[in-house]
């Protein structure tokens, strides 16, 4: 890890040139060649490339103790993927879509089309992403207590408040798990969680307008 935390600006930047080949690649294969599910393998590598751009970020803030400009991208980065980055997909999937259809002299159902969701129903499917996302990292880490064992630092826990500040203060990464390396991706896939989980619910709190109200 300290040969990619002092190239970390070169491989931030390998990160990034994965990212945009693995969605076109997810893009291409679903709707040119109608591999769907060799397409996933590629949003697989996707997931997979953010989730590694976190840990740099996360990595390199353990190093430092402080937070640095490259902190700050990284956190800008995520905060996009969650934000405009999810319509920004949608946006550039129904454009391939169209563009290979057309490419191709084919129509597009109605069924497959997309429907431009505002209001309500965009903080409902929100919403069901997270709840989504929230069971995928409970059924995970049930997985990996079963697997890995929990720390022995469990016995020294007295309140959610010293629970949080060994999982998180802890430069060691000794704790819920007893084992260090995925102890560091569980801190960094909890800081995604809550990030996602702020941004998914701030739809139902501030509803996205549709674009006839907002051009009215």
């Known amino acids: 890890m300290d040969f990619i935390l002092d190239?970390?600006?070169?491989?931030f930047i390998a990160a990034e040139v994965i990212f945009w080949i693995s969605i076109l690649s997810f893009l291409?294969?679903?709707?040119?060649?109608?591999?769907?599910?060799?397409?996933?393998?590629?949003?697989?590598i996707f997931i997979v490339n953010d989730l590694w751009i976190a840990t740099m970020g996360f990595m390199d803030y353990m190093r430092t103790g402080e937070f640095t400009s490259?902190?700050?991208?990284?956190?800008?980065?995520?905060?996009?993927?969650?934000?405009?980055g999810k319509s920004d997909f949608r946006k550039l999937d129904r454009f391939i879509q169209k563009k290979v259809a057309n490419w191709r002299g084919e129509t597009i159902n109605i069924e497959d089309q997309v429907k431009e969701l505002d209001g309500k129903e965009f903080a409902a499917v929100e919403r069901k992403h997270f709840f989504m996302h929230l069971l995928i990292f409970l059924g995970v880490h049930i997985l990996l207590a079963l697997f890995l064992g929990l720390s022995n630092q469990f016995s020294?826990?007295?309140?959610?408040?010293d629970f949080f500040q060994q999982w998180f203060a802890s430069?060691?990464?000794?704790?819920?798990?007893?084992?260090?390396?995925?102890?560091?991706?569980?801190?960094?896939?909890?800081?995604?969680?809550?990030?996602?989980?702020?941004?998914?619910?701030?739809?139902?709190?501030?509803?996205?307008?549709?674009?006839?109200?907002?051009?009215s």
Do not use: C, M
């Not at 190239?7 to 491989?11: L, M, S, Y």
């Not at 995925?182 to 619910?201: K, P, Y």
């Open 171 to 215: 430069s060691n990464a000794a704790f819920p798990f007893d084992h260090s390396a995925t102890n560091n991706l569980s801190r960094i896939w909890t800081i995604i969680l809550v990030i996602d989980g702020l941004i998914s619910f701030s739809y139902t709190i501030f509803p996205k307008e549709s674009k006839k109200h907002a051009s």
């Open 7 to 11: 190239h970390k600006w070169e491989f």
């Open 156 to 161: 020294t826990i007295s309140s959610i408040g």
């Open 70 to 84: 490259y902190q700050v991208v990284i956190l800008i980065v995520i905060v996009y993927a969650f934000t405009y």
């Open 28 to 44: 291409i294969l679903r709707y040119w060649f109608k591999l769907n599910k060799l397409s996933f393998l590629f949003f697989g």
